[in-house]
T-cell receptor, first 115, second 117 residues
Framework: GNSVTQMEGPVTLSEEAFLTINCTYT??????LFWYVQYPGEGLQLLLK?????DKGSNKGFEATYRKETTSFHLEKGSVQVSDSAVYFC??????????????FGQGTILTVHP | DVKVTQSSRYLVKRTGEKVFLECVQD?????MFWYRQDPGLGLRLIYF???????EKGDIPEGYSVSREKKERFSLILESASTNQTSMYLC????????????????FGPGTRLTVL
């Protein structure tokens, strides 16, 4: 079956540190890949996405590259801020023709950034 | 901006009660979804709907049912609440995926934290 595995958290960093959150997936077909973020007390919101191999998604200083050869979509940011403290979810969506746009989520990684 | 609203942020119910969770979206999206979120398990799909009166089971439908009588509204029903249904419930909506894969972003509501005593 399809699955997404994220690095276990929680992750605690100091402000301006470099961030990597690992995400690998297992899927048949050619999925689209997503990172969603959930700030405290809120629902999830899309952070970035990539729809085909070698695509790079980017937003708010975060980046992730769709690596088909390693089935990975690691999230990176060069300098985190306190306001980046949130839960980050990696997700995949299989070929649109068969899935109605259903997402499969990883377990989430809690990020805490200290001043 | 897409707006997805959920009827309650917090609910406390007793075991055996019938519970209704309501979700409304204002962007004329065909697809709507109900997830539950539990620590260490991420989000798990309960049910989804791709059109009015149409529904499909997700990964964990047991103990739940849904209703979609109008396009903008998708209700999750716990027929007889149990303590293992204590969780955060998230609703989402999206357009149907298109060939360009540009419209498969899901938009989420703020969630309802349900406690069953």
């Amino acid at each position: 079956g399809n699955s997404v595995t994220q690095m276990e958290g929680p992750v605690t960093l100091s402000e301006e540190a470099f961030l990597t959150i690992n995400c690998t997936y297992t899927a048949t077909g050619y999925p689209s890949l997503f990172w969603y973020v959930q700030y405290p007390g809120e629902g999830l919101q899309l952070l970035l996405k990539a729809t085909k191999a070698d695509d790079k998604g980017s937003n708010k200083g975060f980046e992730a590259t769709y690596r088909k050869e390693t089935t990975s979509f690691h999230l990176e940011k060069g300098s985190v801020q306190v306001s980046d403290s949130a839960v980050y979810f990696c997700a995949l969506n299989l070929d649109w023709g068969t899935s109605y746009g259903k997402l499969t989520f990883g377990q989430g990684t809690i990020l805490t950034v200290h001043p | 901006d897409v707006k997805v609203t959920q009827s309650s942020r917090y609910l406390v119910k007793r075991t055996g009660e019938k519970v209704f969770l309501e979700c409304v979206q204002d962007m004329d999206h065909e697809n709507m979804f109900w997830y539950r979120q539990d620590p260490g398990l991420g989000l798990r799909l309960i049910y989804f709907s791709y059109d009015v009166k149409m529904k499909e089971k997700g990964d964990i439908p047991e103990g739940y049912s849904v209703s979609r009588e109008k396009k903008e509204r998708f209700s999750l029903i716990l027929e007889s609440a149990s303590t293992n249904q204590t969780s955060m419930y998230l609703c989402a909506s999206s357009l149907p995926p298109r060939a360009e894969k540009l419209t498969d972003t899901q938009y989420f509501g703020p969630g309802t934290r349900l406690t069953v005593l």
